[in-house]
């Protein structure tokens, strides 16, 4: 009889646990690394196939000390599934919330958004874009030769100035033989901890 009891008593506090988990949410995305303000989808799924949900995308970003926040959210289809588009201007966590369910947290690399662009004889104009300034750092100018990239020289980028996204820039003076083929780059080490190396378009001089 105690035996009987004790049967019930423990399928009781298994259906009780589960009649109070959390609702269950998911999150995926395709891309690992991203340039900053890159736009990529995430997407997911919640328990039971429910539509008609709203479900929240948070973000928490490196170096921060703000918890999780709102970035995007969508409302689920017919199978419950959701999609929408997010943008980082630095590496990130991401995690899905619906109801009182939590996903998992996801992580995407951010690499620094970097151009470079003619500016006259032997001038060359770099913009470094990200959620923080480089002012300070140093970067690579380079030239390919054949399948490799050789240094040309190394230069400082200054903290920009004027609204919107961090930026970053420099003038870099080199002389280059006509047709040559050329690049910046951000190293890892000079970018920090919450992003990847920066690499700019090609250019031909």
Known sequence: MKRGLLV??????????????PPTVSIQTQVKEAQAFQVFDVSGAVAGGRGGEDVKVEVKECGSYAPFHQVAGDV???????????????????????????????????????????KGPGRY???????????????????????????????????????GAASSTATVRAKLKKGTLIRAVLPKAQAGKCYLAGFTNTLKV
């Open 76 to 118: 689920t289809g017919n199978a419950g599934t959701w999609t929408t588009k997010v943008g980082l201007g630095v590496t990130s966590q991401l995690r899905a919330t619906w109801r009182s369910g939590v996903s998992g947290p996801i992580t995407v690399e951010v690499h620094p958004y970097m151009t470079i662009t003619y």
């Open 8 to 21: 019930v008593g423990l399928a009781l506090v298994f259906a009780a646990s589960v009649a109070s988990a």
């Open 125 to 163: 104009f770099v913009w470094a874009r990200a959620t923080d300034f480089f002012g300070g750092a140093r970067a690579v100018l380079e030239r390919a030769a054949g399948s490799k990239w050789v240094v040309v020289k190394k230069f400082t980028l200054k903290r920009g100035q004027g609204p």
